[in-house]
C-alpha cells in the first residue's frame, strides 16, 4: 500500500531531539483525522528537530503507511528552510572552519548576558559590554540569504527600528552574521550601505567560527550549512543597560514597534 500524504498545520508543545520526535497541538486533518495534541516522529534532516521549539507554529506534510506515520517537509516561523533550485556548494575551506551553536545555551529572560568581542563593518572591536547605560537589540542574519521573509525582512524592520531610534536619540543595534567566514567586514559594510545603517548606532558584526557561534549560543539562535546556505532560527533579543536578557523572540512574528517598546522599557527599568 502507498504512502499518503496529508498537509499538517500546528503548535509545537513538546520537543524530544534526542528521539527526533515533537509533541503537537494540530489542526485537524483532511480526510483522516480531527484535531488533537499527539507525539510524531520527524523523518527530516536530524537538526531540524533541534531547531524547533515549543511555541512554534509549524506547517509539515504528514506521511501515513501501513501501522506507521511521521512529519516531514517541516517549516515553521523559527525555521529557515533550504531554497529550491541549484545552490553554489560551500568550499572545503568553508566546510572545515565551521563551528556550530551549541543548542539549549541560551541564557534566560532577567539573566546577565555574557560580554562578546566581535568586530564590526568598520574593522572595529565592538563589546558587548561597551554599551552599559544603553538597551541594545541584538539579531542574527546572513547577507547571501535568499528568502525574503527571512534576514531581508529582518533588516528591513531593523531600518525602521533604526529611524526610531534616530528619532528618540538612544539605543543601539547589533546584526551578527551566522556566515562569518564569507560575511567579512568589506562584505558588511557594503550590506551596511545598502541599507543606509550608521555605524555609530547599528553594527554589523563578524569574528571567527568559534567566536560567532559561542554568540549565537547565548542567544539560543542554532545553525549551519546545507547546500551552499545556512539554516538557521531567527530570533531578535534586547539587553538592557545592565547587560541583562530583558526579551527574546523567536521566528519572524515580531514587529519594529515590539522592540521600540521593549527597548522604552528596558531603559526605564
Same mark, same amino acid.
Given at each position: %500500500?502507498?504512502?499518503?500524504?496529508?498537509? =499538517?498545520?500546528?503548535?509545537?508543545?513538546?520537543v524530544?531531539?534526542? +528521539?527526533?520526535?515533537?509533541?503537537?497541538?494540530h489542526?485537524?486533518i483532511?480526510d483522516? %483525522? @480531527?484535531?488533537?495534541?499527539? @507525539?510524531f516522529?520527524v523523518?527530516d534532516?536530524? /537538526?531540524?528537530?533541534? $531547531?524547533?521549539?515549543?511555541?512554534?507554529?509549524?506547517?509539515a506534510?504528514?506521511?501515513?503507511?501501513k501501522?506507521r506515520?511521521w512529519?516531514?517537509? !517541516?517549516l515553521?516561523?523559527? =525555521?529557515?528552510?533550504? *531554497?529550491?533550485?541549484p545552490?553554489?556548494?560551500p @568550499?572545503?575551506?568553508?566546510?572545515?572552519? =565551521?563551528?556550530?551553536?551549541? *543548542?539549549?545555551?541560551?541564557?534566560g529572560?532577567?539573566?546577565?548576558?555574557?560580554?562578546?568581542?566581535?568586530?564590526? /563593518?568598520?574593522?572595529?572591536?565592538?563589546?558587548l559590554? +561597551?554599551?552599559?547605560?544603553?538597551?541594545?537589540a541584538?539579531?542574527?542574519?546572513?547577507t547571501?540569504c535568499?528568502? &525574503?521573509?527571512?534576514?531581508?525582512?529582518?533588516?528591513?524592520?531593523?531600518?525602521?527600528?533604526?529611524?526610531m531610534?534616530?528619532?528618540?536619540k538612544?539605543?543601539?543595534? $547589533?546584526v551578527?552574521?551566522?556566515?562569518?567566514?564569507?560575511?567579512?567586514?568589506a562584505?558588511?559594510a557594503?550590506?551596511?550601505?545598502?541599507?543606509?545603517?550608521d555605524?555609530?548606532?547599528?553594527?554589523?558584526?563578524?569574528?571567527?567560527?568559534?567566536?560567532v557561534?559561542?554568540?549565537? @549560543?547565548?542567544?539560543?539562535?542554532?545553525?549551519?550549512?546545507?547546500?551552499?546556505?545556512?539554516?538557521?532560527?531567527q530570533?531578535?533579543?534586547v539587553?538592557d543597560p545592565?547587560?541583562?536578557? &530583558?526579551?527574546?523572540?523567536?521566528?519572524?512574528?515580531? +514587529?519594529?514597534?515590539? !522592540?521600540?517598546?521593549?527597548?522604552?522599557?528596558?531603559?526605564?527599568?
Open positions: %500500500m502507498a504512502a499518503r500524504r496529508f498537509p =499538517f498545520k500546528g503548535i509545537v508543545r513538546e524530544d531531539a534526542a +528521539q527526533s520526535k515533537i509533541t503537537v497541538e489542526e485537524a483532511q483522516y %483525522m @480531527s484535531a488533537m495534541t499527539m @507525539s516522529p523523518r534532516d536530524p /537538526q531540524v528537530a533541534k $531547531l524547533l521549539r515549543p511555541g512554534d507554529r509549524i506547517e506534510t504528514l506521511v501515513v503507511e501501522d506515520y512529519l516531514e517537509k !517541516i515553521t516561523r523559527g =525555521f529557515v528552510g533550504t *531554497p529550491t533550485g545552490v553554489p556548494t @568550499s572545503p575551506e568553508t566546510k572545515a572552519g =565551521f563551528v556550530t551553536p551549541v *543548542p539549549n545555551r541560551g541564557v529572560v532577567g539573566d546577565a548576558v555574557p560580554d562578546f568581542a566581535l568586530t564590526d /563593518q568598520t574593522g572595529s572591536t565592538v563589546r559590554s +561597551q554599551f552599559r547605560g544603553e538597551p541594545v541584538v539579531t542574527f542574519l546572513y547571501r535568499p528568502i &525574503a521573509t527571512a534576514c531581508p525582512m529582518t533588516t528591513a524592520k531593523f531600518s525602521k527600528i533604526d529611524a531610534l534616530a528619532e528618540k538612544f539605543g543601539r543595534l $547589533l551578527v552574521t551566522v556566515d562569518p567566514e564569507r560575511d567579512t567586514p562584505v558588511l557594503d550590506y551596511a550601505k545598502k541599507v543606509g545603517a555605524p555609530k548606532r547599528w553594527s554589523f558584526l563578524t569574528g571567527s567560527p568559534a567566536d557561534a559561542r554568540v549565537a @549560543s547565548i542567544f539560543g539562535v542554532v545553525y549551519y550549512p546545507e547546500h551552499g546556505q545556512m539554516i538557521h532560527s530570533a531578535v533579543a539587553v545592565k547587560g541583562r536578557l &530583558a526579551t527574546v523572540y523567536f521566528g519572524e512574528t515580531w +514587529q519594529p514597534e515590539h !522592540i521600540l517598546r521593549d527597548l522604552e522599557n528596558a531603559r526605564k527599568a
